[in-house]
């Protein structure tokens, strides 16, 4: 309820008035049945546009941290994140990686929609980082098919490390869906798995635009941030 309230009476027609977003490839989107939606990620409100701009229900598996605030801010992240459906997930690897993946096969076995971001975190400079091998897992194990997302220009609306959002048009634009059939019962295979989340980020790129970095931008961050100190 508060997913449908949040999406057609408060935000969806507010953030359509001051954002003008804009879909292409929307039919690309099943109307019924499981799928992975596999964006890459520029921005916070990533997961704020997408769902609302989409016709069905959208289920992010976000950073533990959005549940886990204090204070008003805190409870307020927190309920919004709750409110729509997204789902927390410990991202410290190992074990924790073994329940995400549980997680989101949990989601597309009730026939949902599941949005992943493929680089694992948000990109420090607007380029395209190389994917992290967990979504060929989800993607072999659950037999579903994966609609590469790209969302274009939401860096600008709200810049790493800016807490308030500028208004800026942004964009969406949905592919075809991707096949993996062939490789059915190969997703304990280390070279496919690389090999079909290699071809995701792939037409990531096609259809976003981005520079390709073929380093992982958590490992990007940590660099920077050891700079800096």
């Known amino acids: 309820m508060a997913y449908f309230i949040l999406k057609t009476l408060v935000l969806g027609p507010l953030l359509k008035l001051l954002f003008r977003p804009w879909v292409r490839g929307a039919e690309n989107i099943p109307s019924n049945g499981a799928a992975i939606l596999a964006s890459n990620h520029l921005s916070f409100s990533d997961s704020i546009f997408l769902p609302l701009s989409v016709r069905r229900p959208v289920v992010f598996l976000a950073k533990s941290e959005y ?5 008003i801010k805190g409870a307020l992240v927190r309920w919004f994140f709750k409110s729509t459906g997204q789902l927390p997930i410990d991202r410290s690897g190992g074990k924790a990686s073994e329940a995400s993946l549980n997680t989101g096969l949990g989601v597309l076995a009730q026939g949902l929609v599941l949005g992943i971001y493929p680089e694992g975190t948000r990109s420090p400079d607007g380029r395209l980082y190389r994917g992290r091998t967990g979504i060929a897992r989800m993607v072999l194990e659950a037999k579903v098919p994966v609609i590469p997302v790209a969302m274009i220009d939401t860096e600008k609306v709200q810049p790493i490390g800016k807490r308030l959002p500028r208004i800026r048009r942004v964009g969406i634009v949905i592919g075809e869906p991707l096949d993996f059939s062939r490789f059915d019962g190969m997703e304990g295979d280390r070279v496919v798995l690389r090999a079909v989340t290699d071809e995701i980020m792939y037409e990531l790129k096609k259809l976003s635009g981005q520079e390709y970095v073929d380093l992982y931008a958590s490992s990007v ?5 050891k700079l800096a100190r």
């Open 221 to 225: 961050k940590e660099k920077r941030a």
């Open 67 to 71: 549940f886990t605030g204090k204070g």
